[in-house]
């Protein structure tokens, strides 16, 4: 039963426009919650994080938002540039379990020009 | 600075050969992570080290087994490949076991078992 999920697999945006990436997870206790960004034949690198007493964190272009209520979180993306195409994953940390990740499936952004 | 490097970045194997997956990080860090990336199921935790010396299983750690070798090093091994076990593998550490959980990534290695 996966905990965090990612339900849309892909989203294609204009240059310029907002990109909304979603996330739903099960385990209220998450601790901490994280975005990674892959770009093809690389690793993950880490994008932005909320802990869970918060309900938003900014850093520039990047905005996640956090829903406790509805076990909810999104990235928005604004403004969405050709180099955000890449696929997102939202992952989140238990520090009870040691603060293991544990990820959705990933969305894939195409941001065209 | 080389972060997380992995070895080989390709492989491709006959089901029941064996092979082991090298990583190694020059970041100082005390925790390390395997895991595989398949289409659609995200990245899936198979072995993880908290520190030099200790080792536990993840979410799908059956068929592979890890040595963490010293604190740079850590090695994931599959005695007797099956085609089930085709991914890319990630090698992937932290400071410690506290904090947000965030992880620095190596490039991965693509494995096909034929």
């Known amino acids: 039963d996966q905990q965090v999920k990612q339900n849309s697999p892909s989203l294609s945006v204009q240059e310029g426009r907002i990109s909304i990436l979603n996330c739903d997870y099960t385990n209220s206790m998450f601790d901490y919650f994280l975005w990674y960004k892959k770009y093809p034949a690389e690793g993950p690198t880490f994008l932005i994080s909320?802990?869970?007493?918060?309900d938003k964190n900014e850093d520039g272009r990047f905005t996640v938002f956090l829903n406790k209520s509805a076990k909810h979180l999104s990235l928005h993306i604004v403004p969405s540039q050709p180099g955000d195409s890449a696929v997102y994953f939202c992952?989140?940390?238990?520090?009870?379990?040691?603060?293991?990740?544990?990820f959705g499936g990933g969305t894939r952004v195409l941001v065209k020009p | 600075n080389a972060g997380v490097t992995q070895t080989p970045k390709f492989q491709v194997l006959k089901t029941g050969q064996s092979m082991t997956l090298q990583c190694a990080q020059d970041?100082?860090?005390?925790?390390m992570y395997w895991y595989r990336q398949d289409p659609g199921m995200g990245l899936r935790l198979i072995y993880y080290?908290?520190?030099?010396?200790?080792?536990d299983k993840g979410e799908v750690p059956n068929g592979y087994n890890v040595s963490r070798l010293n604190k740079r090093e850590f090695s994931l091994r599959l005695e007797s490949a099956a085609p089930s076990q085709t991914s890319v593998y990630f090698c992937?550490?932290?400071?410690?076991?506290?904090?947000?959980?965030?992880?620095?990534f190596g490039e991965g290695s693509r494995l096909t078992v034929l």
């Open positions: 992952a989140a940390s238990l520090k009870a379990a040691g603060n293991k990740l544990t």
């Open positions: 970041m100082n860090h005390n925790s």
């Open positions: 080290s908290a520190s030099e010396g200790t080792t």
């Open positions: 909320i802990s869970s007493i918060k």
């Open positions: 992937a550490s932290s400071p410690q076991t506290g904090g947000t959980g965030e992880l620095f």
